[in-house]
């Protein structure tokens, strides 16, 4: 199971019939944002650039298992690189391992409310994140219904081959940052150009954006 956002908006399936308690939760969050449903993007049919992000180390300080908003600081010049690419009209993903539900660290509810708070707070600064896709599973997870083995979750890539699927992402006009090896590989199994994210966030991005223009 994963979650998807466009703009905002929340979006649940498979969980709710899976596991009808956390279904009846999703629908009582879904209930509370209807003011959202205005911002929803429909997928373009041509093939778009796009830049998928991990979230924690990456974008913002990973503290260890961050589900609080308040708790949630951007990393130097991320805020600066992250309105360069919506200028740029490039899609914006964000694609992220949380095995804190699984091992009982936070609760589902606590991660779908800051991934909502951080959408808004970019929104509000023009940059527009345009999917964000977690994976809560673990193979060592405390609480039995998380517990399991899942290509979502990387060094898997099925979270990134379903955004390219949907989106209808260019690959080859289109890069991933992260900061651990696992992010490599999920982006060598897309075929998707990878940096591991260095100090300036804003002047990474600018030089990988001409490169591949360069390029192409």
Not at 45 to 58: E, I, N, Y
Not at 100 to 115: C, E, N, P, V, W
Not at 146 to 161: A, H, Q, T, V, W
Request: aromatic share 14%; charged share 25%; proline share 3%.
């Amino acid at each position: 199971w994963f979650e998807t956002i466009k703009h905002g908006i929340l979006f649940k399936f498979n969980l709710a019939i899976a596991f009808p308690t956390f279904g009846r939760i999703l629908n009582s969050l879904m209930l509370l944002t209807p003011w959202l449903s205005s911002r929803l993007i429909t997928p373009s049919l041509s093939k778009k650039t796009a830049v998928f992000l991990d979230r924690d180390g990456t974008i913002n300080y990973d503290n260890g298992y961050t589900h609080k908003f308040s708790e949630f600081k951007f990393r130097p010049y991320v805020l600066k690189g992250l309105k360069y690419l919506s200028k740029k009209k490039y899609l914006i993903f964000i694609v992220t391992n949380q095995a804190g539900i699984a091992k009982g660290k936070f609760k589902l509810t606590d991660l779908l409310k800051l991934h909502k708070q951080l959408v808004t707070y970019l929104e509000k600064r023009n940059i527009y994140i345009s999917d964000i896709k977690f994976c809560p599973y673990h193979p060592k997870a405390l609480i039995k219904a998380y517990k399991k083995k899942s290509g979502y979750r990387k060094p898997g890539n099925l979270m990134i081959k379903q955004i390219v699927k949907k989106w209808k992402v260019n690959i080859k006009k289109s890069f991933m940052l992260g900061d651990r090896n696992s992010d490599k590989l999920a982006a060598k199994k897309s075929n998707l150009y990878y940096e591991h994210v260095k100090d300036n966030f804003y002047n990474q991005i600018k030089k990988i954006d001409k490169k591949i223009a360069s390029n192409y």
